[in-house]
């Protein structure tokens, strides 16, 4: 009887541990949704309301307003298509560059490997802020437009990382394979992109996929680089410096609208993803 | 047979480098070269987009941010009558007493100072609560439970937000008036009076600032733990509880060691990220507060003052490199 109910009491407290778990990592997402559905004068209401309520007489009453007018905001739209280019491509480049790399780091033999390593390893750690008065001497010497800037800059942190992951995951596929194909007469070049590449693929989706995410968080060089060119901000920047049409106040309701919209892409790729983001992440961080 | 051998050597090795091209010549253009660009640009007087000319300094702003001088302050003087004024003027970093005298503290930039400082305490607290929370995160999911796949799902949604606009969420939560979430609900259990100006009063900034970072990369540290306890396996448990081992017994014993590497790596992964913070604080705090990062792109973009601006990224870069080698003796680059 009493070990009946330890256990209740045990259980009790895990659901309500749980529950505060939940609650604190999903409320403040909770909160964006919320305000993104109140209009002005409801967003004004003191105290503020746990779910849009009519400002007359309390009802529950939702608006869409600001998802119309984001939608209809040219800052907001440029911003998802800006940081669609800019992400794909820098993701595209990386993982094509990177895998290259990470066959010869990962199955060749060649002098000099192990300092190599410990180069592309340091420089998953680089500050990028360091590098910025730099980077921008170089991209005034090249004369190029904002949005190639970035996708060129971006490779600072996603190459880098590619590379060490992919390294990791080449290392594992068995040296066996490589031989029997040169048996066959393969060159070692034939073997990586016939037969290495394509067993690498589930990697190539995990570190594509966190070099995606990287790349479309990124907010100091798109800051920078988009500074003279305000057409070409991706989304970060276009929500850090988001003003309404009317520039009365700070619109927090469009904000918050657009903050939902941006996310919810990348949440669900993290859901459908989740298992191999963080095999990604640990291949990354501590297998080495 | 060795003359065979060797070739093979020499044509996989040449085929390594040529392999190797792409990612090196991306990594010279826009990490070493910018990087020696600045380290040489540490020693100007260099304008960021300007057309003034540009002279050598030696070590000029490296001395002028470390510069540091301690005056008495008598009761009846300002600051600024007793901080040296030639050949730089200085402002004050911070006073303190001793021996129930007044001193002052003063130096050219304070500012930078105050943010590396601000930078340590974001860091160190930031990282410890986001361990904490984050272990106990973890261990719960670990746990065999109705739903845990949902929750696994879940635990991903803080890190799947942008943290910009992570920060323009918490801006509007923290909203100085019942208007915002957090006021509201405090002034409900008689806390503070509704107006707490979180991102504005200075006591508060930085305790605002890491309960967002803990918010943003606690499902981070959990995730990475979580995957370190899935890899202990299930017989050690059975045979502790066999011994008679209680819950707490076995998570000592167990548990927690051989979870050490796996944390040790999250740990440092996060305390290297934690230091470069930038968006937060500039998004949050402007120019109110600093951290290193946000000092030298105010520095830099604000100000123009290129060369004080690379000396700053010199020194960041310096302090990064540290814990970065701290983090390569971790893990350890293996051996083939």
Known sequence: MIKNLDNII???????????????????????????????????????????????????????????????????????????????????????????????????????????????????????????????????????????????????????????????????????????????????????????????????????????IQAWNEYLFALTFTSIDPAARTIPVAIALFSGEVTRQIPYGEIMAAAVVVTIPIVLLVFVFQKKIVAGLTAGAIKG | ?????????????????????????????????????????????????????????????????????????????????????????????????FSGEKYIIGAIHPEFIKSIWNTIIFTFFAVFFETLFG??????????????????????????????????????????SRIGFLNMFLSKFGIGNGQISFLTESGLQLPSLIMVDVWKTTPFMALLILAGLQLIPNELYEAARVDGAGKIKQFFSITFPLLKPSLAVALIFRTLASLRVFGLFQVLVGQQKYSMASYNYYQLIGNRAMGLASAISVIIFIIIFIFAVMYMKTLGVENE
Request: aromatic content about 14%.
């Open chain 2, 135 to 176: 272990f106990i995160i973890a261990l719960v999911v670990n746990s065999k439970f109705v739903g845990r796949g949902v929750m696994r799902a879940i635990m991903s949604l803080p890190w799947a937000v942008i943290t910009v606009v992570s920060a323009r969420i918490w801006e509007w939560i923290l909203f100085p």
């Open chain 1, 10 to 212: 045990q259980n009790i407290l895990f659901i309500a541990i749980l529950l505060i778990i939940v609650v604190y990592l999903v409320f403040p997402f909770y909160w964006a949704v919320n305000s993104s559905l109140k209009t002005e004068s409801q967003l004004q209401m003191s105290p503020t309301t746990i779910i849009p309520r009519n400002t007359n007489d309390n009802s529950i009453d939702f608006s869409f307003k600001n998802y119309i007018n984001i939608f209809k905001n040219d800052q907001f739209i440029r911003g998802m298509l800006n940081s669609t280019i800019v992400a794909i491509s820098t993701t595209i480049l990386s993982l094509l560059s990177g895998s290259f790399s990470a066959f010869a780091l990962g199955k060749l033999r060649f002098k000099g490997k192990k300092i190599t390593l410990y180069t592309i390893l340091a420089m998953t750690m680089f500050p990028q802020v360091t590098v910025l008065s730099g980077l921008y001497a170089v991209i005034n010497t090249l004369n190029i437009d904002a949005i190639p800037s970035m996708i060129l800059s971006y490779m600072i942190f996603t190459l880098p990382f590619t590379t060490w992951v992919m390294t990791s995951f080449f290392r594992e596929l068995p040296k066996e394979l490589m031989q029997s194909a040169q048996v066959d007469g393969a060159t070692p070049f034939q073997t990586f992109y016939m037969i290495l590449l394509p067993l690498t693929a589930p990697a190539l989706v995990t570190t594509g996929l966190l070099a995606f």
């Open chain 2, 1 to 97: 047979m060795s003359q065979i051998t060797n070739n093979l050597f020499k044509k996989e090795q040449s085929l390594a480098y040529k392999m190797l091209i792409p990612t090196i010549l991306i990594l010279l253009i826009v990490a070493v070269y910018p990087l020696g660009q600045v380290v040489y640009t540490s020693f100007t007087n260099r304008v960021f987009a300007g057309v003034e000319e540009t002279e050598f300094v030696g070590l000029d702003n490296y001395t002028s941010l470390f510069s540091l001088t301690i005056k008495e302050l008598p009761e009846d003087k300002y600051s600024f009558e007793v901080l040296p004024r030639k050949p730089k003027r200085y402002k004050e970093l911070t006073t303190f007493s």
